[in-house]
T-cell receptor, first 112, second 115 residues
């Protein structure tokens, strides 16, 4: 089975940098994904790390350390529209199942 | 660009009624997933289809069933509805050439309310 842990809430101000951590326990591992979800909206794919290191996509970066079973999502130059829930997610390599298992989500509130 | 389409967007049912949710995946996507998301919770995987065949089952109750049709659209059928079935139901699809299936494209969801 798989389990992922994230902080439940994070608050930051506009223009700041925030890091959302995710630790996971899984016997088989394809990589770590991140999704953004605004209230009442659909999850939207942000990034995917298959290998250790940092992946950068504009203001968002994602990091993975497989030896530490740890990853994070880094959001820079925060904007009010970044207020949303952020989920880390994995796939089960042991079963080969294509479905995602999500963490419980981190609610980010960006303040003016 | 085409997105995943779900209908209806909102549905209100009474306990013990049935409901059918529809999903139209992005063209040329070969895998369709159904997820259930309760208030303040993460999406929970229900069931998936690969090339119109059921591929995986998650935490789908026996009261629920799903299928994928020849035109690739999928339907989630829910019977004997309970209050606890009130949730957002998302359909997602992933492309045929995906190397990882970690990037899934979610529809806008159907908000089901059971009274």
């Amino acid at each position: 089975g798989q389990s992922l842990e994230q902080p439940s809430e994070v608050t930051a101000v506009e223009g700041a940098i925030v890091q959302i951590n995710c630790t996971y326990q899984t016997s088989g591992f394809y990589g770590l994904s991140w999704y953004q979800q605004h209230d009442g909206g659909a999850p939207t794919f942000l990034s995917y790390n298959a290998l250790d290191g940092l992946e950068e996509t504009g203001r968002f970066s994602s990091f993975l350390s497989r030896s530490d079973s740890y990853g994070y999502l880094l959001l820079q130059e925060l904007q009010m529209k970044d207020s949303a829930s952020y989920f880390c997610a994995v796939r089960d390599r042991d079963t080969g199942r294509r479905a995602l298992t999500f963490g419980s989500g981190t609610r980010l509130q960006v303040q003016p | 660009a085409a997105g995943v389409i779900q209908s209806p967007r909102h549905l209100i049912k009474e306990k013990r009624e049935t409901a059918t949710l529809k999903c139209y995946p992005i063209p040329r996507h070969d895998t369709v997933y159904w997820y259930q998301q309760g208030p303040g919770q993460d999406p929970q995987f229900l069931i998936s289809f690969y090339e119109k065949m059921q591929s995986d089952k998650g935490s789908i109750p026996d009261r629920f069933s799903a299928q994928q049709f020849s035109d690739y659209h999928s339907e989630l059928n829910m019977s004997s509805l309970e209050l606890g079935d009130s949730a957002l139901y998302f359909c997602a699809s992933s492309p045929r050439d995906s190397s990882t299936y970690n990037e899934q494209f979610f529809g806008p969801g159907t908000r089901l309310t059971v009274l």
